[in-house]
Each structure stands twice: as structure tokens, then as C-alpha cells.
């Protein structure tokens, strides 16, 4: 069986547009900052809207924002 | 320690709780020779019930001028979720043990050596117990996941 692990650029997004804030973020795709600061450390996955907002705030598509990598839990557990 | 508006919010009414409710039931523990409703127990119930409001008025007014009030958004609602789920494991187990209790005491013959007395003021106490039992441990998961991160 294959685990999965959401991964995200939101971060480098950042800094390449303009160099945005967390708070200037937050507020554009309506959460609040420790939302945006946990998203970037990879320990929250926001739901599909929020995703779509945050790549619609950068202009990319949503794969340049989110990437879904698998790990095989077979391999991790021998 | 950078923390969030919903942090602060729980971080008071946590306080608030252990504060009063820990004095509540300390006060009634301490006094367990009129075990019944009447006087000084009624007035200490009614007591740490407004105590609770107040502080929780005054500390939310407070907290709502210095900080920035920030609505939940879809992850404060999700962490909410998972804290309702363990204070409703708590609460359902609480229950279960005062319907315990009281079954308990009903089937004890009076001759029983550790008969248990269960007066309306000690089933209202049990009750209450467990209701602070439960949103203490809602606090306490809330505050854990904003933390950890979730």
C-alpha cells in the first residue's frame, strides 16, 4: 500500500510574488495567519477551496502549488 | 510565544475554569458534613456559575481590544471538531458512571458495610464534575493541536 504526503510550494510562491505576507495571504484566501503558517510547514493540508485559492492568489496551476508524493509503505517497513 | 486570537480565547476560558471550578468543588469537598442542597452549597453553585460568565465576559471584552479578533476559519472549525469528539468520549463515560453510581446505591442493602448515600446534591455534583471534565479536555485538545499543528 502507497502512504501519502501533501507537500506545497505556498512558501516560495510567497517570496517570488512580491514577497507577500503571511497576513497579506491569509487575508486574500480568507483563513487566519497560524492557518497559512501551518499549511507552509507542511503540518496542515487545506481543503480543495482554499487550495484553489491560494494557486488563483498566485496565478499558477494547483499542481505548482501542491504536489501529493507517495512513499511505499511496504518498502518503509522492511 | 506567538499565539493566535482563538488561542488566547481558550487559553482564558481554561483558566477561568481551573480557577473557579477547582475552588467550587475544593469548597465542597472540604465541607462534607451537609452533603444536601440548602445554604452555603446552593449559594457556592450559583457562585462559581456567574464567577465563570463574568470572567469570561470581561476576559473576552479585554481580549477583543488588545487583539485582533480573527473568525475561525475551516481549520479552527476542524480542530473544534476533533476536541467536541474527545469531551463527548468523556462526558459519555462520565454519564455512564453517575447512572453507575446511582444504580449502584439503589440495589445496596441498607445493611451493606460501604453503602453509598446518593443524595440529589452529590449526583448534581458527579454531573457537574464530568461537564468541566469534559471542556477542560476540549481546551486541552484544541490547545494541542494548535501547537503541534493539524
Redesign the interface.
Known amino acids: 500500500m502507497t502512504k501519502g504526503h501533501i507537500r506545497n510550494n505556498v512558501r516560495k510562491l510567497r517570496f517570488l510574488g512580491a514577497e507577500m505576507t503571511q497576513q497579506e495571504l491569509a487575508e486574500k484566501i ?6 497559512v503558517i ?1 499549511i507552509e ?1 507542511d ?2 493540508s ?2 480543495l477551496e ?1 487550495a484553489f485559492r491560494i494557486a488563483r492568489v498566485f496565478g499558477v496551476p494547483l499542481e505548482e502549488v501542491f504536489q501529493y508524493e507517495t512513499t511505499d509503505a511496504s518498502e518503509s517497513t522492511e | 510565544m506567538d499565539l493566535s486570537y482563538q488561542e488566547k480565547s481558550i487559553l482564558g476560558s481554561l483558566a477561568a475554569m481551573v480557577v473557579v471550578y477547582g475552588y467550587y468543588f475544593a469548597s465542597v469537598l472540604r465541607d462534607t458534613s451537609h452533603p444536601e442542597f440548602g445554604g452555603g452549597n446552593v449559594t457556592r453553585l450559583v457562585f462559581a456559575v456567574v464567577a465563570i460568565i463574568v470572567i469570561e465576559i470581561v476576559y473576552h471584552i479585554v481580549l477583543a481590544l488588545e487583539t485582533k479578533v480573527e473568525p475561525k476559519d475551516e481549520r479552527d472549525v476542524l480542530i473544534e471538531c476533533k476536541a467536541y469528539r474527545n469531551a463527548y468520549l468523556l462526558l459519555a463515560t462520565g454519564a455512564f458512571l453517575v447512572i453507575g453510581v446511582v444504580i449502584m446505591a439503589g440495589l445496596a442493602s441498607d445493611s451493606a458495610p460501604t453503602r453509598i448515600i446518593v443524595t440529589p446534591f452529590l449526583t448534581v455534583n458527579l454531573v457537574l464534575f464530568f461537564m468541566v471534565l469534559a471542556e477542560l479536555a476540549k481546551f486541552l485538545t484544541q490547545l494541542f493541536y494548535y501547537r503541534r499543528g493539524f
Open positions: 480568507g483563513v487566519t495567519r497560524q492557518t501551518a510547514q503540518k496542515y487545506p481543503s482554499v
